[in-house]
């Protein structure tokens, strides 16, 4: 079965990087793309990008396009979600989601990034 | 910035039946949007339920619907469960980019 398994939850200060990592199984990897989405503390979801594991062309959104790296590895099946300059709204949880037919359908667990002086 | 808008919070009778709606502020919502449903529980991770307007996944119980209503995407249930209260996020497409709608809190009472 499809499963996406995160890493664990992060605390940093305000200007470092955290980098999220997306665990793959239970299918082939390069077959499909991953979108990321964040949820901020009871606010709703929030498209980040998109990142196909086939070539690694990516698609990010706008707000994050300058402080925003998705990457894939192949070799591990994992996808990376890179985000630069933290600040404190920042601070939530980040999903990773696995394509079907083009959209986000399988997903991940989240992993809480609080951002914190 | 375009801005897609749902109600924010729609009250249901168990059995009955719900239209929760998803405008985008750039015009009427096609097919060519792709919109998608997701549905989220407190403390849980979105559930996929509906793909490119009116598909749906393996998972999706048959009480739920999409469908394009008066220039917007619409999820339709019927026959309304106490499981299904939740949060429910729509999801358009905007040629490469993504953008969710601010959710409906769907209260079943």
């Known amino acids: 079965q499809v499963q996406l398994v995160q890493s664990g939850p992060e605390v940093k200060k305000p200007g470092a990087s955290v980098k999220v990592s997306c665990k793959a199984s239970?299918?082939?990897?390069?077959?499909?793309?991953i979108t990321w989405v964040r949820q901020a503390p009871g606010q709703g979801l929030e498209w980040m990008g998109w990142i196909s594991a086939y070539n690694g062309n990516t698609n990010y959104a706008q707000k994050f396009q300058d402080r925003v790296t998705m990457t894939t590895d192949t070799s591990t099946t994992t996808a990376f979600m890179e985000l630069r300059s933290l600040r404190s709204d920042d601070t939530a949880v980040y999903y990773c989601?696995?394509?079907?037919?083009?959209?986000?359908?399988?997903w991940g667990q989240g992993t809480l990034v609080t951002v914190s002086s | 910035q375009t801005v897609v808008t749902q109600e924010p919070s729609l009250t249901v009778s168990p059995g009955g039946t719900v239209t929760l709606t998803c405008a985008s502020s750039a015009g009427a919502v096609t097919s060519g949007y792709y919109p998608n449903w997701f549905q989220q529980k407190p403390g849980q991770a979105p559930r996929a339920l509906i793909y490119a307007t009116n598909n749906k996944h393996s998972w999706t119980p048959a009480r739920f619907s999409g469908s394009l209503l008066g220039g917007k995407a619409a999820l339709t249930l019927s026959g309304v469960q106490p499981e299904d209260e939740a949060d429910y996020y729509c999801l358009l497409s905007y040629g490469g980019a993504r953008v969710f709608g601010g959710g409906t809190k769907l209260t079943v009472l």
């Open positions: 239970g299918y082939t990897f390069g077959s499909h793309g």
């Open positions: 989601a696995r394509d079907l037919y083009g959209d986000p359908a399988y």
